[in-house]
């Protein structure tokens, strides 16, 4: 009925107004009317009629009508549907500027916009742009692009002028067959991220051409590969000639790889062989030597052996970024045979996305916090009114979803995120995780808590600055509207995701949350709630102590100094890659530029440093790249975890460091320092030690110290020992 003329459609409407109640129950043809012909007139009649039927508008209608641009009164949204509110008091011709104003601001917040359907979506964009919120309205299109390419029309005068004011990017793309549409989404994939990507295109089939020949640097390579590269091209080969050409082909790509890596200091993202809608074996195609199925996942494996030898090299699950679109839609034969491009738009656009959001999260990490509500959030039921035997949570259903988001939050933790409590509740709420016996959770498995009746804004104010953590580490999941509106009104660098209304839909989308998949994982990530919860109770020591040094003394600090191993090498480099407050020289070593020599006539020296205390073990937490010639040595970096800072353990370290270089025959050591707007708090390390300052260059401060001049340890409040050769 979308095709009818406009009065005809109204014609209908007058005819279906009478019916509407039971049309609406039915959901029968109203869903197929286009609703943008409708006079306000028969909207209103319509609420009205369901009004007095006892209805109120289900979602779909209510989406229906305010796509079109129609208002409808916040009370007769469903329970559901109230979000939609927003674009109710957008679509209202007498909006203030105010109003306009403070609704940009809601909607700015991460995850606002997550559920939305595209035509919603766009319409939103569109009277924010209307209204003169264009700037919101921007980054809510480039943010939507991926699922909505549509909702750029509306701020297509506004869109370049944005992204032209956003930090540079320099951005290849390669790979086995067509790579300009995939620069083109690039543009504005990279932009929802607030980046400004400068892309070069290096053509059909450029894959290895851009890994071998490396005409111009980029921050980062993309690499987009296809099924059709690497399956058959002559059918009359036998199958096991077949497996020898592929496993050429990949050594090939493996060396260039690693070619890659060694030759410039850029980064590598390449793109998996997804599962393709028609296999070539049938059901052996997982079996058969040519099966796609076989030769996706061979591929598959190649590439994760590479990347697990330099982490600059990301493999990105092509699967999982098209999970949402179904296997016949990924392609599209006639853009394959007229241009050969591997991917549809849709495909390439998702592709795009999860490239844009890859990167955000190397250069950024993922979120670090968990914030999770209590109250139909963990768990069925209101403690405070139902009491711990009447919440739901176990192995029947509703309990059955809650007991398996429990667990989703738990593979979480054993990936490095840390779990907060953050509920309006009494304090006695945190008796649940102890006694109710369907709770999975326990108390412990959460570093901090806040368990109070204070605004939740300023509970997780508090909880980062306690965990010493940005507000933009944290992710909030609550099932009240009200509490995630606020949270992105009162802190919107906090991601607030819109949660399923459904709990049975809670485990799978926590799971596919992308903002909390790691890009990396190592063995101090599955430890690091242990290490905050160690955190948390030196710091109880620390309010319990009379002095700062009586504080230290009684942690009983116990430093553990070793050479760099390969059991030590991915955290170190983590260590370097993601520290930015005691971090001297803001030096991003990857882990080949760990293990390689400092120039022809050098020695480069890495050493880490791990730290246990009375309440626990923290890990591997500092480190630093020593490059050595002769009698001299230079500090190339020194980073150490925020976790340790003002415990003394950096000032132990160094002098452990400085005792080795000296039992070497070193006589002179250097230090480097540069100034960040984030570094300032290990400004005063070497000024502090004795070292003198002896100039600067190239934007490093200098220090330098003649180790005769080396004395006794400074810290007193810190035991080292060695583990491994010391020199």
């Given amino acids: 009925m979308q095709d009818m003329p406009g009065h005809s459609v109204t014609l209908l409407l007058d005819g279906l107004i009478d019916q509407s109640p039971a049309l609406v129950r039915a959901k029968q043809l109203l869903p197929a009317l286009d609703w943008r012909f409708a006079r306000p007139e028969q909207v209103a009649d319509i609420v009205s009629r369901l009004g007095q039927a006892g209805m109120q508008i289900p979602k779909w209608l209510a989406q229906d009508l305010l796509a079109a641009g129609h208002t409808v009164p916040d009370h007769m949204f469903a329970v559901d549907a109230r979000e939609l509110g927003f674009l109710a008091a957008l679509n209202d011709a007498n909006i203030s500027t105010d109003t306009a104003a403070a609704i940009a601001r809601d909607l700015e917040g ?123 091209h002559d059918w009359r080969r036998e199958p096991e000639q077949f497996a020898a050409d592929l496993e050429e082909r990949l050594s090939y790509l493996a060396d260039a790889m690693t070619s890659f890596c060694a030759r410039t200091s850029g980064s590598l993202i390449v793109t998996t062989l997804p599962t393709g809608a028609s296999p070539s074996a049938g059901y052996a195609d997982h079996t058969f030597a040519s099966g796609a199925a076989r030769v996706g996942a061979r591929v598959n494996q190649v590439l994760s052996d590479v990347a697990k030898q330099d982490p600059r090299i990301t493999v990105l699950d092509t699967g999982q970024a098209l999970a949402s679109l179904s296997a016949n839609m990924r392609v599209d034969p006639k853009l394959w045979y007229y241009g050969r491009f591997a991917y549809s738009e849709p495909a390439t656009r998702h592709i795009a996305a999860a490239v844009a959001q890859l990167w955000r999260s190397r250069s950024k990490g993922p979120v670090k916090v968990l914030a999770l509500d209590f109250d139909n959030t963990r768990w069925a039921g209101v403690f405070g009114d139902d009491g711990i035997a009447k919440l739901q949570c176990g192995d029947d259903f509703p309990g059955s979803a809650y007991k398996a988001f429990q667990n989703e939050c738990l593979r979480l933790k054993s990936q490095g995120m840390l779990l907060v409590a953050l509920s309006k509740n009494n304090a006695d709420a945190l008796d649940v995780f102890d006694i109710h016996p369907g709770v999975v959770l ?106 700062y040094d009586d504080y230290l003394e009684g942690l009983e600090q116990r430093l553990t100094v070793q050479p760099l191993t390969p059991a030590t090498l991915p955290r170190v480099a983590q260590l370097h890659q993601r520290t930015n407050q005691f971090n001297l020289t803001n030096e991003r070593f990857s882990e080949t530029d760990l293990t390689q020599p400092a120039g022809q006539d050098g ?73 960040t707007e984030k570094n300032a708090v290990a400004a005063r390390l070497y000024a502090n030690f004795g070292f003198t300052r002896t100039g600067s260059t190239d934007g490093f401060e200098t220090w330098r110290m003649e180790l005769e001049d080396l004395t006794s340890p400074i810290s007193r409040a810190v035991n080292i020992q060695w583990s491994g050769e010391q020199c």
């Fill in 603 to 675: 020695d480069r020296l890495v050493y880490s440093g791990s730290v246990e205390d009375r309440f626990g073990d923290h890990g591997l937490v500092v480190a630093t790249a020593i490059d050595v010639a002769g009698d001299t040595a230079v500090l190339r970096s020194f980073v150490m975890s925020c976790r340790v800072i003002s415990r003394q353990i950096e000032s132990a370290f160094l002098w452990a460091l400085l005792s080795t270089l000296q039992a070497r025959g070193v006589r002179s050591v250097t230090g480097l320092f540069k100034p």
């Fill in 110 to 232: 991460s995850g606002s916009l997550d559920q939305f359907p595209p035509k919603v979506t766009c319409q939103i964009i569109a009277r924010l742009c209307a209204l003169g919120q264009t700037t919101t309205g921007v980054r809510l299109a480039l943010g939507a692009y991926a699922s909505a390419p549509e909702a750029l029309r509306a701020v297509k005068p506004h869109l370049e002028v944005y992204i032209a004011s956003l930090p540079d990017l320099q951005v290849r793309v390669g790979g086995t067959s067509s790579c300009q549409s995939l620069a083109s989404a690039l543009h504005y994939t990279f932009a929802a991220h607030g980046l400004r990507a400068a892309i070069s295109d290096g053509g059909y089939g450029s894959i290895l051409t851009e890994l071998v020949q490396v005409d111009q640097p980029a921050d980062v390579l993309v690499l987009l590969l296809d099924q059709n590269y690497f399956m058959p």
């Fill in 442 to 547: 326990k108390r412990d498995d959460f570093v901090a808590t806040a368990v109070n009746w204070e605004p939740k804004p300023d509970n997780i104010r508090k909880l980062a600055a306690d965990l010493n953590l940005g507000l933009d580490s944290f992710v909030f999941l609550d099932d009240s509207p009200h509490e995630r509106a606020v949270m992105r009104r009162m802190c919107p660098e906090v991601y607030v995701p819109e949660m399923p209304s459904d709990p049975a839909a809670r485990p799978e989308w926590l799971r596919a949350l992308p903002c909390t998949w790691p890009t990396r994982i190592t063995g101090e990530d599955a430890k690091r709630s242990s290490y905050y919860a160690a955190e948390v109770k030196s710091r109880e020591l620390r309010a319990a102590s009379g002095t």
